[in-house]
């Protein structure tokens, strides 16, 4: 049987529940102290600047989105996706944790927002797959990556979007992948530049046929506050919980919204919460969530800023009506984000935070430790965002062998 190497994928915009071995076997398992709660004395954050330890080098047009791939055997051997959005000359750009370039697929028309996978499977052999929401083809590019080159090999079937539709409302701008708890089915749910103010979103279902991998409508979904890009922006990052069972889009100049990620659901219909109308400066532009167990963590939003954009920190669970935290970076004018809680070595031992920076046409690495103390929450355990979930008590709860990201799409 061909050799590969674990992966941890964690810019699926989902929840990656990644088998073998209990707990203190996995060496990606972040720290994790008892005991220990949020600190909401500050819930505005500390003012404190969070400063990146890695930068990728610069795209050669304009940087968009961002993901991040774990490799679970290894941690410091995981990699980072950043995509180039030029029309003619887009590409998808693979680095080390050092910022080292490992690979570039050319040739893209306009690629924006990037997300990850595992699981699929290509003659039995199940592989990470990473997807690529290409704007003037209107349709995903999938890669699947190669377990003796840990390279990406293009395996896009027929993966059109918004099909019938025109102009900028055939245009994907970003997408999370969701897969599905009761029987595995893996779906991207995809953004664009404009559309209706109901239906917004579009879902679709990926399957593997002759080794390619298609994509199928499934629904519309998500409500939008505006009418045109250019007067009333549009819908730009999105995010998906797969443990929650739930998706989350950035209103850009309104809100942040939550439905149903599955499409099956009885209530998939029903927006489940409205927040994030206060408080943000710039567009909202990227979300990510950072996974902790018992539901505990965070749903992260970019707050798009000249200078140094900041990340707003909500609740994962429960009310999400108030920003818990605010932290400054050295991102300028933000367009995405990815995070994930996986032990990633010494730079990353609770895990790393990716953020796209526009002016430097990159993107700048944090360690997930300088993130919390900027916030003022509590370094020991991540800063957990919901201290009434089960992580009190002195007793560590069973650290899950998991790793959760997202991204935020080009405009």
Partial sequence: MMSMRWWIVVAGLGLVVAGCGGE????????????TATNF???????????????TPSVAHQVAGTAVLVDKVDGEKSLVLVTDRDEKDGSLNVY?????AVQRVAGLAGPVGVATKDGLKFDGEASPVVVVAESKKSRLLVYKLDPKTSKL?????????????????????????????????????????????TGYLGQYKLTVNDDKVDA???????????KTPTKDG????????????????????????????????????????????????????GLAVYAQPKTDGYLLAIDSLQGGSDVRLFRRTGKQGDTLAAVKTMADTASGVAVTSAQLGTKYPMGLMAVVNTTGKNVQLYDWRSVVSSAGL???????????????GGRAPVRPNRSLASTGGGQ
């Fill in 41 to 55: 004395s500050n819930p505005v954050g500390s003012g404190a600047l969070a400063q990146p330890l890695v930068s």
């Fill in 96 to 100: 080390d944790l050092e910022g080292k």
């Fill in 234 to 285: 549009q819908v730009n990052g999105v995010a998906v919980d797969d443990e929650e069972g739930a998706v989350y889009y950035a209103d850009e100049r309104k809100n942040l919204r939550r439905y149903h990620a599955d499409p099956d659901d009885k209530k998939a219909a029903d927006q489940l919460a409205v927040f994030g109308g206060d408080g943000f400066k710039g567009d909202r532009t």
């Fill in 24 to 35: 203190g076997q996995n060496p990606l398992q972040p720290a994790y102290s008892p005991g």
């Fill in 378 to 392: 509590s370094r020991m355990n991540g800063g957990t965002a919901n201290p009434a979930s089960g992580n009190t």
């Fill in 216 to 226: 199928k409508f499934v629904r519309w979904l998500g409500q939008f506050s505006g």
């Fill in 153 to 197: 090999v293009d395996v896009t079937g027929s993966t059109t979007v918004f099909a019938d539709n025109k102009g900028l409302e055939a245009e994907p701008t970003d997408l999370g992948l969701y897969r599905r708890a009761s029987d595995g089915a893996l779906y991207a749910i995809v953004s664009r530049r404009a559309g209706p103010q």
